[in-house]
């Protein structure tokens, strides 16, 4: 070592330990230690990728990296602080870090004080010194006078010197670096080798991402009869189909080329586990073979890789035989048809290719898998795969807690006999059941054998296993990414075993395991009763390279054995989590299911003829559990399949409610168990609903030992039902759906169904939707003005000015939410209504009408023509109609108004045709119209509402109606129709009417109030403005030019002199202030009003009334705010009132029925 390089070292240490103190911290010393020894003797970089030096992270030491992508520790320091002395418990500290690591050779444990250099050996996962002196004894000692111990310790640390980790060339590289760190998970440690992988693996799906990204537009602009073109037009538009069952809509040729990512990296993983198990001999995907390839092949890293499928596949086929997501992949044979310009395209992309699989091949070269097993793997997976992509990849996500509870409710079990039960998914997805259906088969035979692990069993038992495997559990998937995930799921589970049986037997290779790549639904040669030949057409688009594309051919056969499984094989269990995508969203395919399931009616839902198909599939004694939205208890797309399935003997229906009980992608999820060892005919279903979250709560209902809810529980119920009464619940004329409920709930509940005697079905006119503009932000907006003039100043939603509008063109409009019980709360929004109504006939305003009767709002239409044209219309002559003309004409008679989403009954009489409300989907409302015999005046409409809003019919239409997060429930037509009514003779509706007129006017005058102290400039109009807000300021601070309203707020702030200062903040350091707390508040509100920037002299200059005018201004504001409490007691207090002459009048309820009514409600 040069005497120069020596020096350098010297004067590191003296300056090292001229900083540092005794009582310094660690922190510090490790600072100074890595800016002078690391940095400036040993060269090492503070630039990621150059071989840099890492400190920064308080819960690691000193890393050094080299340069590779990504780069890798080389050189693990342990510091501490210079008054700790160093001992064996951190020596073994040091080791258990660069076990760690695996990739470093060398660790340094130092003080700063005592300064020790250990090298690393890998195999045997320990570390031995090599050097170790006393730093302040260099320190101390000139450097001409370091003894030839201190030199020779000195130039030991030459070998940490960044020239010796940095520019290592290719062959290099993979003789060097190969197997260095162990691939290990040990849960809740730090463990940087696993990071290091997982980083890893990340940065290599992006790449590869990327340059396949590139493949797939090269390919698109390729001429019509170029192969690589033809056969991607033939799998991408397949890929897109399957694509829709996700209901994902994003970036699909970004989602496309990312699943091919995936699997070309999932299979050089496999193929390196394989090679560090010693399953397979080396490959030519890491040391000495790569770096053979490297000095001998044009392309290595593909050749390699390509090489590799071929030698993999004679252990397990399935996963490297090609296939669709091989698209990208040309063989010899077929570029002898490209010409000299498509050749050079295909040699770039190839290079381009080649050389971002060496950047990964590299990162999985120093890697060792010896170590993996199949809950590392499942670690890796999770991890590297996030549940989020892996939902967006289309992978229905189940939860292992709920995994467990459909298996164990279906006695798949271990000792339950399972050597021979055959199991079927019919939507695997990711295989999240099957995964779990194998690590129980597996239990189950390691038990069987009486060992204690995997690793304990004999080979030709190891054999058995798998063999069972691979015949016992079956899966289909229309994704062939998400089976392809599945085999790599199962793989990763019995590598293990595989690994097991090659100890005796190396050449033994797999048959494969039943994961297959299909439409589960589509129906079978066989079931086309014609004979037609439509069945083998499907696939025409690949049928035309399946004579000289194995993948095409591949791909063909896979479908035909899944009707071969279909028609021939029964299954002792059917579990699922079936897609949940409507089939107005699926294109092409509802004819097909319709015809071939009896379940597939109206606009169902996939998961309905899933169903179907499982009942299909099950065995005489066989068992399914599905978990599916909770739509199939109340949907009127699902009654034929809850026909079906109540002629199935039903164990179990759970509904989760609205309540994320776990983490699932199911929205409102249910599960539904069939066993058919039961008898249908005399069954009872065990039943249980979810009201809130409680962890773990589906181990501890499996493990209860009777079906009841435990005393001390009230997050969730559990009762029994008779399916007869399921069968009954789904032929109800008013409503075919199931209602599972306690028996107690059952009994009132039925009461109430024979004691009303009619319907709203029957009382009712019509039970219509809002309106629907297709156009709101034209039709809908504000009066900026005062409302009662001829003209006022409209401003639509959509504009930031207002226009002039005829008033009499205009309707009060709600959105829904502004619906109440017994009132409404306007919030200012009108509608521009361009029709005429008269004698229950709504007519469009013709042109010639709006120009004469209306001509500002012809000038406004004129200016929206663009926008309104822009829409698709029945009669585009008439261009400024709604969107849709439904129930226009239906907004001003009488009628009764809801909200068609809530979380309790709000009805409201609109006798005087003053409002109109929106509709569409969950948003808006819906209307009612009674009969004139049961409502012949505006009066009797009060009756009605009072039933409507009373406790009685909410707990009745929280028993039908469908549920949505944060307990809001569906006020539709087909849930508001059932409702049960006696009708006003049979009452007392003198009684019910007095006080509900009484709740009416007390809401109406509350709803007046709220209104007036919505915006304190309702109160202006009766003072005069002789004064300004300067005026009414103590002092101010305002020096910018304008304000935001976001950070406006009051403060209160206490003087030094006891005298409180009231005031308005603008935003830090900015205030107005004032001498009063009224005076303050009216500005404060005043302000917010204007919901706009303000400007300085704007705020300053703002015309207000004088100081005692505002005293009183705010006297009556308050005085308003205080009368509002009070209605709104005096309302429930007559509600409460109400509520117990129709209890017991009305439906004759007795107090235990009563007291049932009200339990139920306080938790729904």
């Known amino acids: 070592m040069s005497d120069t390089s020596l020096r350098s070292l010297h004067d590191a240490f003296v300056t090292v330990s001229d900083e540092i103190r005794q009582e310094g911290s660690e922190f510090d010393f490790r600072f100074s230690l890595v800016d002078h020894l690391f940095t400036n003797a040993l060269d090492w970089s503070r630039t990621v990728g150059e071989g840099h030096v890492n400190f920064e992270d308080e819960r690691k030491d000193v890393l050094c990296y080299d340069d590779s992508d990504p780069p890798f520790p080389v050189i693990v320091c342990e510091t501490k602080r210079p008054s700790h002395n160093l001992g064996l418990d951190d020596v073994e500290q040091l080791e258990t870090y660069m076990n760690g690591v695996g990739s470093a050779d060398y660790g340094i444990l130092t003080n700063g004080h005592e300064f020790r250099l250990y090298d690393y050996d890998g195999d045997d996962r320990a570390v031995s010194v090599i050097d170790d002196f006393e730093v302040d004894a260099v320190a101390d000692t000139d450097f001409e006078d370091l003894s030839d111990d201190q030199r020779r310790a000195l130039s030991e640390l030459e070998s940490l010197h960044r020239s010796r980790f940095v520019d290592l060339g290719d062959a290099e590289y993979f003789r060097e670096t190969y197997q260095e760190v162990p691939v290990q998970y040990q849960p809740g440690t730090d463990d940087e080798g696993y990071e290091l992988f997982l980083d890893a693996v990340k940065d290599s799906l992006d790449v590869l991402t990327d340059v396949l990204k590139e493949f797939f537009e090269d390919y698109r602009d390729r001429p019509e009869d170029s192969y690589p073109r033809s056969f991607l037009d033939s799998t991408f538009p397949d890929w897109k189909d399957w694509r829709e069952y996700t209901g994902q809509s994003g970036n699909a040729k970004e989602a496309f080329c990312r699943e091919t990512a995936y699997i070309i990296l999932n299979r050089a993983l496999f193929a390196r586990i394989a090679e560090d198990k010693e399953i397979v001999g080396h490959t030519r995907l890491s040391s000495r073979g790569m770096a053979d390839a490297l000095d001998r092949d044009e392309s290595p890293y593909l050749d390699a890789l390509m090489d590799t499928y071929d030698d993999i596949d004679d252990h397990y086929p399935d996963l490297y035989e090609l296939g669709i997501f091989d698209w990208w992949w040309v063989s010899r044979d077929k570029r002898t048809?490209?010409?000299?310009?498509?050749?050079?395209?295909?040699?770039?992309?190839?290079?381009?290719?080649?050389?971002?699989?060496?950047?990964?091949?590299?990162?999985?070269?120093?890697?060792?898998?010896?170590?993996?097993?199949?809950?590392?793997?499942?670690?890796?997976?999770?991890?590297?795969?996030?549940?989020?992509?892996?939902?967006?990849?289309?992978?229905?996500?189940?939860?292992?807690?709920?995994?467990?509870?459909?298996?164990?409710?279906?006695?798949?079990?271990?000792?339950?006999?399972?050597?021979?039960?055959?199991?079927?998914?019919?939507?695997?997805?990711?295989?999240?059941?099957?995964?779990?259906?194998?690590?129980?088969?597996?239990?189950?035979?390691?038990?069987k054998f009486g060992r204690t692990s995997v690793h304990r069993l004999e080979p030709d038992e190891a054999r058995t296993i798998l063999e069972r495997v691979e015949e016992n559990v079956y899966g289909v998937d229309i994704n062939p990414f998400a089976a392809h995930i599945t085999q790599i799921n199962l793989l990763f589970r019995t590598i293990d075993l595989y690994d097991k049986v090659t100890e005796q037997n190396p050449g033994y290779t797999m048959d494969g395991f039943e994961i297959h790549v299909a439409d589960t639904l589509s129906p079978t040669l066989l079931e086309k009763q014609d004979g037609s030949t439509e069945h083998e057409g499907q696939q025409s688009a690949l049928h035309q390279f399946e004579e000289y594309n194995g993948r095409a051919k591949s791909f063909i056969e896979d479908r035909n054995e899944v009707d071969r499984i279909k028609d021939e094989e029964e299954f002792d269990v059917v579990v699922a989590n079936p897609p949940y995508v409507r089939i107005q969203n699926l294109s092409g395919m509802?004819?097909?299911?319709?015809?071939?399931?009896?379940?597939?009616?109206?606009?169902?839902?996939?998961?309905?003829?899933?169903?179907?198909?499982?009942?299909?599939?099950?065995?005489?004694?066989?068992?399914?559990?599905?978990?599916?939205?909770?739509?199939?208890?109340?949907?009127?797309?699902?009654?034929?399949?809850?026909?079906?399935?109540?002629?199935?003997?039903?164990?179990?229906?759970?509904?989760?409610?609205?309540?994320?009980?776990?983490?699932?992608?199911?929205?409102?999820?249910?599960?539904?168990?069939?066993?058919?060892?039961?008898?249908?005919?005399?069954?009872?279903?065990?039943?249980?609903?979810?009201?809130?979250?409680?962890?773990?709560?589906?181990?501890?209902?499996?493990?209860?030992?009777?079906?009841?809810?435990?005393?001390?529980?009230?997050?969730?119920?559990?009762?029994?039902?008779?399916?007869?009464?399921?069968?009954?619940?789904?032929?109800?004329?008013?409503?075919?759906?199931?209602?599972?409920?306690?028996?107690?709930?059952?009994?009132?509940?039925?009461?109430?169904?024979?004691?009303?005697?009619?319907?709203?079905?029957?009382?009712?006119?019509?039970?219509?939707?809002?309106?629907?503009?297709?156009?709101?932000?034209?039709?809908?907006?504000?009066?900026?003005?005062?409302?009662?003039?001829?003209?006022?100043?409209?401003?639509?939603?959509?504009?930031?000015?207002?226009?002039?509008?005829?008033?009499?063109?205009?309707?009060?409009?709600?959105?829904?939410?502004?619906?109440?019980?017994?009132?409404?709360?306007?919030?200012?929004?009108?509608?521009?209504?361009?029709?005429?109504?008269?004698?229950?006939?709504?007519?469009?305003?013709?042109?010639?009408?709006?120009?004469?009767?209306?001509?500002?709002?012809?000038?406004?239409?004129?200016?929206?023509?663009?926008?309104?044209?822009?829409?698709?219309?029945?009669?585009?002559?008439?261009?400024?109609?709604?969107?849709?003309?439904?129930?226009?004409?239906?907004?001003?008679?009488?009628?009764?108004?809801?909200?068609?989403?809530?979380?309790?009954?709000?009805?409201?009489?609109?006798?005087?045709?003053?409002?109109?409300?929106?509709?569409?989907?969950?948003?808006?409302?819906?209307?009612?119209?009674?009969?004139d015999e049961y409502a012949p005046s505006s009066d009797d409409l009060l009756y009605y509402v009072a039933l409507l809003n009373s406790k009685v019919l909410e707990f009745f239409h929280k028993h039908i109606a469908p549920i949505f997060g944060g307990k809001y429930y569906s006020y539709n037509k087909r849930y508001l129709e059932p409702h049960p009514i006696v009708v006003s003779e049979n009452a007392p509706d003198d009684q019910i009417e007095t006080k509900a007129e009484q709740i009416t006017e007390k809401r109406k005058e509350r709803t007046d109030l709220k209104y007036q102290t919505s915006d304190v400039r309702n109160y202006l109009e009766d003072y005069d403005r002789d004064s300004t807000v300067l005026d009414l300021v103590s002092s101010t601070s305002l020096d910018d030019d304008d304000y935001r309203q976001d950070p406006i707020r009051t403060n209160d702030k206490m003087e030094v002199d006891s005298k409180m200062v009231y005031q308005v903040v603008m935003k830090r350091g900015h205030t107005l202030d004032f001498e009063r707390e009224e005076v303050r508040d009216f500005v404060f509100e005043l302000l917010k009003a204007q919901d706009k920037r303000l400007g300085r002299m704007e705020i300053l200059n703002m015309d207000v009334p004088t100081r005692d005018d505002v005293l009183a201004l705010m006297d009556e504001y308050e005085s308003d705010e205080a009368r509002i409490a009070e209605l709104e007691a005096e309302a429930e207090e007559l509600q409460v009132e109400l509520d117990d002459v129709i209890l017991h009048d009305v439906y004759d309820l007795d107090d235990e029925d009563v007291e049932v009514v009200e339990e139920f409600l306080e938790v729904w």
């Open 337 to 447: 048809s490209f010409d000299s310009d498509e050749k050079k395209r295909q040699e770039d992309l190839e290079d381009d290719l080649n050389h971002t699989l060496g950047t990964v091949l590299k990162r999985l070269n120093r890697f060792d898998f010896e170590y993996v097993n199949r809950d590392i793997l499942g670690h890796v997976y999770e991890d590297y795969l996030p549940k989020q992509e892996r939902k967006e990849l289309g992978e229905y996500y189940t939860p292992l807690e709920v995994v467990q509870f459909m298996l164990d409710s279906v006695d798949y079990r271990p000792g339950e006999g399972l050597g021979d039960k055959q199991v079927l998914d019919p939507a695997c997805g990711s295989g999240t059941f099957l995964t779990e259906v194998t690590e129980r088969l597996i239990k189950h035979y390691v038990d």
């Open 590 to 931: 509802k004819d097909e299911y319709s015809k071939r399931y009896a379940s597939a009616i109206k606009n169902f839902d996939i998961y309905v003829p899933f169903i179907e198909r499982g009942l299909e599939w099950l065995s005489e004694d066989g068992k399914l559990t599905y978990i599916c939205p909770n739509r199939l208890f109340t949907n009127d797309y699902a009654q034929k399949i809850r026909e079906q399935l109540t002629e199935e003997p039903i164990a179990q229906l759970l509904d989760f409610k609205d309540t994320e009980v776990f983490d699932a992608a199911t929205p409102y999820p249910c599960i539904v168990s069939v066993d058919r060892e039961q008898d249908p005919d005399d069954n009872t279903v065990q039943c249980a609903r979810f009201a809130d979250e409680r962890e773990g709560v589906l181990e501890e209902i499996y493990h209860l030992e009777q079906w009841e809810t435990p005393d001390d529980v009230t997050e969730y119920d559990l009762f029994l039902y008779p399916q007869q009464n399921l069968r009954e619940d789904n032929q109800d004329d008013y409503l075919a759906s199931w209602k599972p409920m306690p028996q107690d709930e059952q009994r009132v509940f039925d009461h109430l169904k024979t004691s009303a005697g009619t319907r709203i079905r029957e009382i009712s006119k019509e039970v219509f939707v809002g309106i629907q503009t297709s156009a709101n932000p034209v039709y809908l907006g504000y009066v900026e003005d005062n409302p009662d003039q001829e003209v006022v100043q409209f401003r639509a939603k959509g504009d930031d000015e207002a226009m002039p509008m005829e008033r009499d063109i205009l309707r009060r409009l709600l959105r829904g939410p502004e619906i109440d019980r017994w009132g409404v709360n306007w919030e200012g929004l009108w509608l521009i209504f361009p029709y005429e109504v008269e004698n229950g006939d709504a007519d469009m305003m013709t042109e010639e009408t709006l120009r004469e009767d209306f001509s500002h709002a012809w000038d406004f239409f004129k200016a929206h023509e663009d926008y309104l044209k822009d829409r698709s219309l029945q009669n585009e002559e008439q261009w400024w109609a709604f969107g849709r003309r439904q129930n226009v004409e239906k907004m001003e008679p009488d009628k009764i108004m809801t909200n068609i989403m809530s979380s309790y009954n709000r009805f409201v009489a609109d006798t005087a045709g003053e409002y109109y409300f929106v509709g569409g989907g969950n948003a808006g409302g819906y209307g009612i119209q009674l009969r």
